[in-house]
Nanobody
């Protein structure tokens, strides 16, 4: 069973930065496209960023804050670095794995998901 464990969330002031981490166990890390989704209270889950071979970022986040997704194969870990955060970025951020292409994942396809890490951006 593949398990994903997120870390790095917390409270940050507007304009601040956070780096989220997701460690994957129980599977072959390289088999999966990895990504991040987020869900704010009362809103639907939305794709944020994904990395397979190519990298995808959601149009809703591109240009709003600086974002970078990366993966470290030696540690079975995927990262999401977010700069210039705004209060509207407050959400629970979920790490996800999909045994397919990252483009399909950007449409919401996932096979495994972590429990999430809460990001709160104060104004």
């Amino acid at each position: 069973q593949v398990q994903l464990v997120e870390s790095g969330g917390g409270l940050v002031q507007a304009g601040g930065s956070l780096r989220l981490s997701c460690e994957v166990s129980g599977g072959t890390f390289s088999d999966y496209a990895m990504g991040w989704f987020r869900q704010a209270p009362g809103k639907e889950r939305e794709f944020v960023a994904g990395i397979g071979g190519p990298i995808y970022y959601a149009d809703s986040v591109k240009g709003r804050f600086t974002i970078s997704i990366s993966r470290e194969y030696a540690k079975n870990t995927v990262y999401l670095l977010m700069n210039s955060l705004k209060p509207e970025d407050t959400a629970t951020y979920y790490c996800a794995a999909y045994m397919g292409d990252v483009r399909t994942m950007s449409g919401g396809a996932i096979h495994y998901r972590g429990k999430g890490t809460l990001v709160t951006v104060s104004s």
